[in-house]
């Protein structure tokens, strides 16, 4: 009960949280020209592009205008140069009843926004609040959430060192608690560790609960299929077509899973696999964030393949494999797993006559079932080779006890009975441990491999 109490607590209303409100929105996109700050794989107007699509997913939103103004360091304290930032200000400061700037740079640091704000007389967000803000908006599991509240441990820090920062401008005077010995800064910021470490632990127990599940699940021996892609791929539409599950609702936005689910379908030979679901990526997404939701993205080290889907209609579809690629990489998943990626080309029946310019990729229309087939045999062939299964048919004599074995130990697909002599023939998929025990519990029985 204490546990449950505490973890409410921390699930509470964020202090952060931008709340329900309506927001009118200019996003304003630093365009750098040239150095060593230009992006080589995308170009303002594709990354202005991202920035619609991430306030479209938020309800009560609205984007009044997209603002892309030159800047050769976006790091700087003011992010564009003093002329820029002029006319910046006068383009704000004449939209009719706009009430933010989203600014799309990764993080402003508290300064910064204070800065922004009062020049601009309206809230200024930066790239990580947004996400954030649409984090906590599909958050739905206790561990979801967590997370999120995990993540806003670093800006509110930052907002503390800028609140205890003016305090003293304008005091000038005492900085302690009363009579603690202990500063106001000081005191926060014990506050602050101490619920990290209560965040830290209860993702911890989850974390171990998790665990336990996976330990039961590897006990049935599904092979577990980790569906990953840029958010927005098609994901979600690719799992309910390979599973026939129709309680799942595909949504056309950004992050619209954002929590694990697990989805059982079968494949050509009838062997059942669990696909899962994973968070949608984002190119430049905070890396603070990422690191919030590896443990989301843990359970991708334990699966026994990884299927890579693309949305191969999005102009910048190249830069989004490349950042799927590197957060994939970054996550320390044994080699064979990152070396068997099945990579998916989705949407094709966007595109006239699609050809797949990389070799061994596959074509597919997860909405319209397109190349689905030859997918579920690409993930059979190699689940089969990576988890060493077999697909074999053995001669039994009914009245032994090898069917019920084979039953326990292994996937029976088919039994066809030879009545006249109580025999049956039995297909079955089982793996290589489980294949040397029958060989040396019943050396007489007869094997076909398939």
Known sequence: KEDEAELEELLGPSPLGLGPDAQRVAIVQPAVKWGPKKSPLTT??????????????????????????????????????K????????????????????????RISSLTKKELEGAWGVKVFDRYTVVLHIFRCNARTKEAKLQIALAEIPLLRSTLKNEVSQRDQQRGGSRY???????????????????????????????????LLR???????????????????????????????AGLQPRDQLFATLDITAHAGYLPSHMAVIYVDTIGFLTDLPHKLVESFSATLEEVAYSDLIVHVRDITHPETNLQKATVLSV???????????????E???????????????????????LHGHGLEELKQEIEKKILTTTGKKIVTVNINLEGPQLSWLHKEATVQEVEVMPEDGTAK?????????????????PNSKIFMS
């Not at 299929?225 to 994901?235: A, D, E, I, P």
């Not at 080699?335 to 068997?340: P, V």
């Not at 998916?344 to 061994?360: A, F, G, M, Q, S």
């Open 44 to 81: 303002a107007e594709l990354q202005i592009a991202e920035a619609v699509a991430l306030v479209d997913t938020l309800q009560n939103w609205t984007v009044l205008d997209k603002i892309i103004i030159p800047t050769k360091n976006p790091s700087k304290k003011f992010v564009f140069g």
């Open 83 to 106: 002329g820029n930032f002029q006319v910046l200000t006068e383009k704000i400061k004449k939209l009719p009843h706009v009430t933010a700037v989203f600014l799309n740079v990764e």
């Open 177 to 211: 608690v009363m009579g603690s010995g202990e500063t106001f800064l000081e005191t926060q910021n014990r506050v602050l560790k101490e619920r990290e470490l209560k965040i830290r632990n209860a993702l911890e127990k989850l974390r171990r609960k998790r665990a």
């Open 215 to 245: 330990t039961q699940r590897r006990k049935c021996e599904f092979p577990m299929v980790s569906v990953m892609g840029y958010t927005n791929c098609g994901k979600t539409t690719l799992i309910k077509a390979l599973t026939g599950e």
């Open 328 to 342: 994939l990489r970054n996550l320390n998943l044994p080699s064979h797993l990152l070396d068997s990626i099945v």
């Open 344 to 366: 998916v080309h989705n949407k094709v029946d966007l595109i006239e006559r699609y050809k797949p310019t990389e070799e061994n990729a596959l074509a597919i229309s997860a």
């Open 426 to 442: 039995v297909k079955v998929i089982i793996g290589s441990s489980a294949f040397g025990r029958y060989k040396n519990l019943f």
